[in-house]
């Protein structure tokens, strides 16, 4: 979040330089709040538009600057800062009724920010604003949910929706895509027909989520069965995601003649494939051992003006990977770049796991220490994948170092491979990195009585009693 104290032209006093340095009116504000990107800014002009005003005469906001302040603040996470807007604008009712659409992006901050309870709280407290909830509302609560995982509160707010508004084609689609991603497919097709029942049409959205479930399942008779009736009954034309979800799923099955078939009754029927398609046949491709024909691929792709995205580049460097052309997947990685896309997390990770894999961990090293360069930080997967590699290696030191930073970052190894690092530092009887890694170990939450066990059987094994009392003692003194 930028720092407002070097932003003279953001600031309350600039803004009254822009406007000739008179007394700022709520229209005014309202506009500079909107050209105002930096929510703190934003907030400042809003609470305090006229310094220089009579304190006794209190500036009247209108209810625009209420929304747009609310909106910034929002987006930026400020949540103290954002209710203690709201509480302002509620002690000014009855002066204006605040709008469902003010709540609708209150809501879907608290569900971008995994906070369920106060995505629940600001719904519940609407009537009391005198706004009416209606399905909209309702909508952005129900997904504030399932971006929060939160099934069981959807089940509740979908047992009392008659109760608070009339459900539309939105709320249905929710719900399906929350009972497909519960695993509850036979309540996702009792939605449907409930929809269908209500006569509320289902769109696009609503066949693309079931079509995409039965593809993740593998289950491809009841996908097609599905895009059949979306014509034949509905009249739904199948979309991209419909056709995307069911060539992946082609595709994992190892049926490739059948997934490019399939990508042109796309194109004929006038969807044009974009890069998630072209992506999924080159994974396909790898897969299933056709790598003579990805260049061919390629080249369709760039003859039919199709721009390729990061996760294009991801899915030919992880094909590249696990073919073992490592060359061809660092030459891929330099075009990705090259057209100024920016590498991911997913890049690296698949760079790191094959290289490891293949017993370069060196290499895998190199990678991994430039990733900061790409202003992308690695995550446990990364550390995970690293730490092993060296272990497999026989890079034991190395594997210490990198689990005490590991740690520092509240990551930890998995169980079974942290037991057979301790191990073969046991083996070696080095009772120096011993100490040193059970001392670490033992602060953080991946020390296990297994560990321990594997520790003191290995240590009494190869070791004599006064150094195995004196490392019990060190360690116990942490």
């Known amino acids: 979040m930028a720092c407002s104290s070097t932003r003279t032209m953001g600031t309350p006093a600039a803004a009254g330089r822009r406007t000739g340095g008179k007394t700022l009116n709520p229209y005014s504000v309202s506009r500079l709040i909107r050209q105002q990107k930096d929510p703190v800014v934003a907030l400042k002009l809003f609470e305090n538009p006229n310094p220089d005003a009579d304190p006794k005469k209190p500036f009247r906001r209108s209810y625009l600057s209420y929304d747009l302040v609310v909106e910034r603040l929002g987006r930026a996470r400020m949540f103290p800062e954002m209710e203690r807007v709201i509480s302002m604008m509620k002690s000014e009712w009855p002066r204006f009724v605040p709008k469902e659409p003010l709540f609708c992006n209150v809501i879907r901050s608290y569900g ?74 036979g309540e996702a097709r009792d939605l449907l027909t409930e929809m269908i029942e209500r006569r509320i049409r289902p769109n696009g959205v609503t066949f693309g989520t079931l079509i995409s479930y039965f593809c993740r399942r593998s289950d491809l008779d009841a996908a097609f069965r599905l895009k059949e009736e979306m014509w034949r009954i509905h009249h739904i ?76 580049y991801n899915s030919m460097i992880n094909g590249f ?99 057979k690092f301790i191990d073969s530092i046991c083996k070696t009887c080095n009772l120096k990195l011993l100490e040193s890694i059970l001392t670490s170990v033992s602060k953080s939450s991946a020390a296990d009585l297994p560990m321990w066990e594997v520790a003191i059987q290995r240590v009494c094994g190869n070791c004599d009693r006064d150094e195995l009392c004196r490392l019990l003692d060190s360690i116990a003194e942490v």
């Open 237 to 312: 034309e199948p979309t991209l995601v419909v056709y995307t979800s069911l060539i992946k799923g082609l595709c994992v099955a190892n049926d490739l003649p059948a997934a490019f078939r399939l990508k042109e009754e796309m194109e004929a029927s006038g969807i044009v494939s974009d890069a998630a398609v072209y992506a999924t046949l080159m994974t396909g491709l790898f897969r299933s051992g056709r790598r003579e024909k990805v260049d061919a691929v390629m080249k369709e792709m760039k003859a039919n003006g199709c721009e390729a995205d990061t996760v294009f």
């Open 112 to 185: 971008r920010s995994r906070l369920p309870r106060p995505a629940i709280r600001t719904f519940d407290s609407m009537p009391s604003f005198g706004c009416k909830r209606t399905a909209r509302s309702v909508n952005s609560l129900l997904n504030a949910l399932f971006n929060c995982r939160q099934f069981e509160k959807i089940r509740d707010l979908q047992d009392d929706l008659n109760s608070l508004c009339v459900p539309d084609a939105c709320t249905y689609n929710i719900l399906i895509k929350a009972c497909c991603s519960n695993d509850s497919i």
């Open 321 to 419: 990977c696990k073919n073992g052309e490592f060359d061809a997947a660092f030459s891929t990685f330099d075009q990705m770049v090259s057209k100024k896309l920016k590498p991911d997390v997913f890049t690296f990770n698949t760079l790191v796991g094959s290289l490891c894999a293949a017993g370069r961990v060196r290499d895998a090293m190199d990678v991994f220490e430039d990733m900061p360069r790409w202003e992308c930080l690695p995550d446990v997967v990364t550390y995970r994948m690293v730490f092993d590699g060296l272990c497999d290696a026989g890079e034991l030191e190395d594997a210490a170092f990198l689990l005490d930073e590991m740690l520092f970052k509240s990551f930890t190894p998995h169980g079974v491979n942290l037991k």
